[in-house]
């Protein structure tokens, strides 16, 4: 009954949710408590990370360019924007925050697009330029990457992130268009305060040589020639509390096994964050060209 319904939703159709839907956020709607993450603080804003200081705020977009006018989401008018400075390495965030009832399997669903900003002049320079079907503006693409924010308790290794990114071009603005997962910890702001080094200039990671690829991971994304194309693609990510592991990633027709892959966990204990389930979107630019990521709608659902 659950899949016949589910079925005869053209909403929910193009999803394949585990047994219990814990949300359907269709953007259509509003943006269903999907906010800007932002840092620890003491009601003094100057005490935030400065990789925390500017998030930006997540929001409602009906997809609008200069050329073509309006393009709107998969099936209506709006999506969820995500859009970094134009200064390399500014990173957007947007975060979902829940709670989890058991442990067991949580997937997070999404048909999402990326694009770089439309840019005019010098900007559009570089190494390979336009030719009629290659845009220099996919090469203005950073990143974008997928990520949760689970704690159990209040014990040592109860708490750890589980971070994916999409990387579409390195710190040097080459093209690697491959996955990644993350090597080290995401320094907490009481990390920085007992004198943790960071180089602050990415919320997952203290230093840039902290991401390794995934297995199977190399895949290149429909950036679809030009900076007003959007194509929305289709992601499936699986992970499991009982296990405190990664389990699957799915792009389009990309399926990877993350069962090996490695997620670290906070040596210390963290107070006031019993069974948090936050999950989280960013993108980040390693160019001075303003990046953008859409995201239509997201399910999120679990086994329990």
């Not at 709607?29 to 003094?44: P, S």
């Not at 924007?81 to 829940?98: D, E, G, M, N």
């Not at 999402?112 to 009629?132: L, N, V």
């Amino acid at each position: 009954m659950r899949v016949a319904l589910a079925n005869a939703d053209i909403r929910l159709s193009r999803f394949n949710p585990l047994p219990r839907i814990l949300a359907f956020d269709d953007f259509d709607d509003g943006l269903h408590g999907w906010c800007e993450l932002v840092g620890n603080h003491n009601g003094d804003l100057n005490e935030l990370q400065p990789v925390f200081s500017d998030m930006r705020p997540a929001q409602l977009s009906t997809c609008t360019f200069f050329d073509l006018g309006t393009h709107g989401a998969v099936d209506g008018t709006y999506s969820m924007k995500l859009a970094t400075r134009p200064r390399k390495f500014h990173q957007a965030v947007a975060i979902k925050r829940l709670t989890s009832a058991a442990d067991g399997l949580v997937q997070f669903e999404a048909w999402f697009t990326y694009k770089a900003e439309q840019t005019f002049g010098s900007q559009d320079a570089g190494a390979r330029a336009w030719d009629g079907n290659y845009h220099p503006s996919e090469a203005h693409f950073g990143s974008f990457t997928l990520w949760n924010d689970i704690c159990e308790g209040t014990k040592p290794r109860d708490r750890y992130h589980a971070a994916l990114r999409y990387e579409n071009t390195n710190e040097e603005g080459e093209f690697t268009q491959r996955w990644l997962y993350k090597t080290g910890l995401h320094p907490t702001t009481r990390m920085l305060r007992e004198g943790f080094d960071s180089n602050q200039n990415d919320v997952h990671v203290a230093k840039p040589d902290m991401w390794a690829p995934i297995p199977g991971g190399d895949q290149q994304l429909c950036f679809n020639e030009v900076p007003t194309k959007v194509n929305w693609h289709y992601l499936r990510w699986l992970f499991d509390l009982s296990t405190r592991r990664n389990t699957e990633l799915q792009v389009n027709d990309l399926t990877m096994d993350l069962r090996e892959i490695p997620v670290l966990r906070f040596d210390e204990g963290y107070w006031g964050i019993n069974r948090l389930l936050n999950l989280c979107m960013d993108v980040r630019t390693t160019s001075n060209v303003r990046n953008f990521l859409y995201l239509d709608s997201v399910v999120i659902s679990a086994d329990w």
